[in-house]
């Protein structure tokens, strides 16, 4: 099920809810809260440079389909290990390096990834996995799929970063 919101530039994109907790420190946050929900978003309108081809899915449509798919067969995941919501939005603007993804969650670091595919899937996913289980979006480096170490092509700071 997609979940769009259409802001004032015309396009459909998922957006999180702000924070409530806007003035408090990163290290107060983690005190006071659980973890807040992760999402992946995957820009489901992508072509990955190719043409149009009329019914056909484009190869972000495909992605999210393979996601899904996976997150539906996955077994059941221990109460500790958080999964992430998958949303799709209709542009990352990440053209030139499409397919893309993004990982946030209120009060840590966003990654946007590009150059992914269906056969990404499983390493989209233990990648997710270690966003999740870190305490600020930022999961350790050695523990990162190749596609995450290599294929990054933003880390955004969360909006209400200590100063």
């Not at 409530?20 to 005190?31: F, R, S, Y």
């Not at 946007?112 to 999961?139: K, M, R, W």
């Amino acid at each position: 099920m997609l979940s769009l919101v259409r802001p004032p530039c015309g396009l459909n994109l998922a957006m999180p809810t702000p924070c409530p907790m806007i003035d408090k420190g990163a290290e107060q946050m983690a005190e006071d809260s659980p973890p807040a929900q992760t999402v992946l978003y995957v820009c489901s309108t992508c072509r990955a440079g190719m043409p149009l081809q009329e019914g056909q899915p484009v190869a972000g449509a495909r992605l999210l389909a393979a996601l899904q798919n996976a997150v539906e067969t996955l077994p059941e995941a221990p109460q500790s290990q958080q999964q992430p919501i998958i949303r799709a939005v209709e542009c990352l603007s990440a053209c030139a390096r499409g397919c893309a993804i993004a990982l946030a969650r209120p009060g840590s670091w966003t990654y946007v990834y590009g150059d992914l595919s269906e056969a990404d899937t499983a390493d989209i996913l233990l990648g997710a996995q270690g966003y999740c289980a870190s305490a600020d979006g930022i999961p350790p480096w050695r523990e990162r799929p190749a596609i995450f170490r290599k294929q990054c092509v933003a880390r955004i700071p969360p909006q209400e970063i200590a100063q």
